[in-house]
C-alpha cells in the first residue's frame, strides 16, 4: 500500500495508573476512536473509558454450560433408556437423580472449556508478535509503567496532535511504535 | 504506606504484604527467582532425592505392569489397599489449593494472593498422583479407557449409577479445570518474565507460554470475567469432587462405610490436609527463596486459623460415626466402631486421633501459630493423620467380614510402600522444578495489592 502510515501507532508511557486514565479519558473526548491502554495490571474503570461492547466471555461461557449439561444429561439417558437398558435395583431406567452428579461436573468441565478458549480467542491469542513488542519501553508495561497507545489506523491520527495530547496528560515519554 | 492502610497494617505492624514495596519491586523479587538466582547445590541436592523418588515410582509401576496387582498386599477382603488409601490421600490435598484460589477469591480474600499459585500447583501435582492410582488399581492398565463412554464394538456403556463411574468424571473434570485455571492466571505472569528475561532461550519459553499477553486493557476486561467465571465453578466443583469420593464409599453396604455423613465430612477432611500440605510446602520454600515478604506469618496464621476449624469438622465425623455406631443397634457397625479402637489396626486409629484432634488445638494459641517450627510439625503430623484416617476407613472396615470364616488382615508389600513414597518423590519433584521455572507468587495480583495499599485507606 502505497499511502500506508509509516508507524503503528504513537504510545507514551505513565508513571501511574490514574495518569493513564487521564490520557484516555482525554483521548476518547478528543475523539480518538483506536486508543488502547495497556497496564501491568487489572486497572479499575480503565476498560469503561473506552465505551466498548460488553466482554462476551460470560455467554460464551453460558453456552458451555448449556452445551455440556445438556449433552451429559442426553447421554446418559440415551445410554440407560434406549441403547442399554439394565435393571440396577428395581431402579426405573430413567432414574434422574443418579445422573446430576455426571451432568455437573460436564457442565462444569464444558463451561470452563469455552471460558478458556472464548477468552483467548476474544483477545486474539496467541499472537507472538505485535508491533509493540518493538518497543524498549512496552517492556515496562508488563511491570510498572501504563503505555496508552493511539494507533495509527485512527481517522483523526495525527503524531503532532497525539504527543500534544500525550504531554498535556503528564506523560514520562513518548514513542513512534514502527510497524516492524 | 501508613500504619492505617487496610492492605498493609493490620493488628499492629502484622503484615499481608511487608512495607516499602512498589509494584516495579515486587515484580522484580518474585521474577529473580526465575530468572536470575543460580541453581544452588541445595536445590541440586533436593532435586537428586526426590527425582530418585521418581524413579522408584516408575520402577514400582513398570513392575506392576509386567506382574499385575498381585505383588502390592491387597486380597479378599481387603481388595482397597494403599492404592485407595493414597488415591484419596493426594486428591484431598489439591483441594485446599482450589479452595485457597477459587473460594477465598470469591470472598474477596486479599490474603490468598500471595499463596494461590503456589497452593494452584501444589493441586495439579497433588491430582496428578491421585489420578495414577484408580489406574494402576485397574489391573489391566491397557484397559483405562473402558472407563469412559464411548460408542464400542461390544455396545456397553459405562453404569452412570454407580459412584465409582461418577469419580471418572469429579477427578478428570478436576485436574483439567485445575489446569486451565492455573494457567489463564499464569499468563500475565509469564509475559512479565518474557519482558525481563535476557537470555534467548529463557525470552523464547515465556514468549511462547505468555502467548503474546500485552496487558491491554481488553485483555483485562476478557480475562478478569474468564476468571471470576472459572472461581465460580471450581468451588461448587472441589465440593462436588471430595463429595463423589465420599460417594465411592457411602454408597457401599460395608459397616463403617454406609453413612450419610461421609460426603461433608470427607470435603472437611479434603480441606484439613490440604491446608497442612500448603503449610509443609509454603515453610520451606518462603525461607529458602526468602519470601517472608510476600508470604507473611499473617499467611501461616490465616492457614492455621482453616486448619484448626476443619480439624473441628473432622472431629465431628468422628463422633457422629461413633455415635451413629451406637444409635443404629446394628453389631456389625457397633463392631466395627470398637474394633477400630481395640482390634489388630487400633494403634493406627490412636495415632490419628492424636494427629487430628488432640494436636490441632495447640492452635487455639497465637503464640504456637506464630512458631512457625511446631506449626511445621503441626502439619507434618496432620499430613500423616489424614493419610492414617484414609488407611483406617479402608483397611479397618473391610478386614471383618460380615462372616468370621471371610476376615482377613491386610499387610502392605514393599511395592505398595515404592508406589506410595515414589508419588511423594514426583509430587516434589514437579513442586522442585515448578519454584525454578515458574513464578510461584502471582505477581499482577500481588502488583494490584500494592497498588490499591498505595492509595490509601479511603480507597
Known amino acids: ?180 | 504506606m501508613t500504619a492505617t492502610n487496610p492492605h498493609l497494617a493490620e493488628g499492629g505492624g502484622d503484615y499481608l504484604l511487608a512495607p516499602g514495596h512498589t509494584t516495579g519491586g515486587v515484580s522484580d523479587q518474585i521474577s529473580d527467582v526465575v530468572l536470575k538466582r543460580p541453581l544452588g547445590y541445595g536445590w541440586l541436592l533436593g532435586f537428586a532425592v526426590v527425582f530418585a523418588g521418581t524413579l522408584m515410582l516408575t520402577t514400582a509401576i513398570g513392575y506392576l505392569i509386567v506382574r499385575g496387582v498381585g505383588i502390592w498386599g491387597i486380597d479378599i477382603p481387603v481388595a482397597w489397599g494403599f492404592a485407595i488409601v493414597n488415591f484419596v490421600w493426594w486428591i484431598g490435598i489439591g483441594h485446599a489449593g482450589t479452595f485457597i484460589s477459587a473460594m477465598l477469591f470469591l470472598m474477596k480474600q486479599d490474603w490468598r494472593t500471595s499463596i494461590n499459585r503456589f497452593a494452584e500447583a501444589m493441586t495439579l501435582f497433588a491430582v496428578a498422583c491421585a489420578a495414577l492410582f484408580p489406574l494402576l488399581h485397574l489391573g489391566r492398565i491397557q484397559f483405562f479407557y473402558w472407563l469412559i463412554p464411548y460408542p464400542n464394538s461390544m455396545y456397553l456403556w459405562p453404569q452412570f449409577r454407580s459412584p465409582l463411574v461418577w469419580d471418572v468424571f469429579a477427578v478428570s473434570t478436576y485436574g483439567t479445570v485445575s489446569l486451565l485455571f492455573w494457567y489463564t492466571g499464569l499468563v500475565p505472569d509469564l509475559a512479565t518474565l518474557r519482558d525481563r528475561a535476557k537470555n534467548p532461550i529463557a525470552w523464547a519459553f515465556f514468549g511462547i507460554l505468555s502467548l503474546g499477553w500485552r496487558g491491554a486493557s481488553r485483555h483485562w476486561e476478557h480475562h478478569q470475567k474468564a476468571y471470576l467465571l472459572m472461581a465460580g465453578m471450581a468451588a461448587p466443583l472441589v465440593v462436588s469432587v471430595h463429595s463423589i469420593v465420599g460417594a465411592d464409599f457411602a454408597a457401599a453396604q460395608v459397616p463403617g462405610w454406609h453413612s450419610t455423613i461421609f460426603p461433608p465430612y470427607f470435603v472437611a477432611g479434603a480441606i484439613f490436609s490440604g491446608f497442612a500440605m500448603v503449610l509443609t510446602l509454603v515453610i520451606p520454600v518462603r525461607a529458602v527463596y526468602g519470601l517472608q515478604n510476600f508470604i507473611t506469618d499473617r499467611h501461616i496464621d490465616n492457614c492455621c486459623k482453616l486448619l484448626l476449624v476443619t480439624s473441628l469438622l473432622v472431629c465431628y465425623g468422628y463422633c457422629s460415626e461413633w455415635y451413629m455406631a451406637w444409635y443404629s443397634g446394628d453389631p456389625n457397625e457397633t463392631f466395627v466402631a470398637l474394633n477400630r479402637f481395640v482390634g489388630p489396626y487400633g494403634p493406627a486409629y490412636w495415632v490419628m486421633l492424636f494427629c487430628n484432634c488432640v494436636a490441632p488445638q495447640l492452635l487455639w494459641f497465637r503464640r504456637v501459630r506464630r512458631m512457625i517450627w511446631l506449626v511445621f510439625i503441626l502439619s507434618l503430623l496432620i499430613n500423616v493423620g489424614m493419610w492414617l484416617e484414609r488407611f483406617i476407613i479402608i483397611i479397618t472396615s473391610l478386614h471383618r467380614d460380615f462372616i468370621i470364616s471371610s476376615w482377613g488382615m491386610y499387610t502392605p508389600t514393599f511395592w505398595d510402600w515404592a508406589t506410595f513414597i515414589g508419588t511423594i518423590g514426583m509430587f516434589l519433584t514437579l513442586i522442585f522444578i515448578f519454584v525454578r521455572i515458574l513464578p510461584a507468587i502471582s505477581i499482577f495480583e500481588v502488583r494490584e495489592l500494592v497498588h490499591r495499599s498505595e492509595e490509601g485507606p479511603n480507597a
Open chain 1, 1 to 180: 500500500m502505497p499511502d500506508a502510515p509509516a508507524v503503528y501507532g504513537l504510545a507514551a508511557t505513565f508513571a501511574t495508573p490514574e495518569a493513564v486514565m487521564e490520557a484516555a479519558r482525554a483521548a476518547h473526548e478528543q475523539g480518538y476512536q483506536r486508543v488502547e491502554a495497556y497496564t501491568p495490571f487489572p486497572v479499575e474503570g480503565l476498560a469503561e473509558l473506552f465505551h466498548r461492547p460488553r466482554s462476551r466471555v460470560p455467554m460464551i461461557t453460558a453456552i458451555g454450560a448449556i452445551v455440556g449439561g445438556s449433552g451429559a444429561y442426553f447421554m446418559m439417558w440415551y445410554a440407560c433408556v434406549i441403547s442399554y437398558p439394565w435393571n440396577i435395583g428395581g431402579k426405573p431406567p430413567h432414574s434422574w437423580p443418579t445422573f446430576i452428579p455426571i451432568t455437573f461436573e460436564l457442565t462444569v468441565l464444558s463451561a470452563s472449556l469455552f471460558a478458556f478458549f472464548g477468552l483467548f480467542a476474544l483477545c486474539k491469542l496467541p499472537q507472538l508478535f505485535h508491533p509493540l513488542f518493538r518497543t524498549a519501553a512496552f517492556r515496562r508495561a508488563s511491570r510498572d509503567r501504563y503505555v496508552l497507545c493511539v494507533e495509527s489506523a485512527d481517522p483523526k491520527f495525527d503524531l503532532a496532535a497525539c504527543r500534544e495530547l500525550f504531554r498535556t496528560a503528564g506523560c514520562k515519554a513518548v514513542f513512534e511504535v514502527p510497524w516492524r
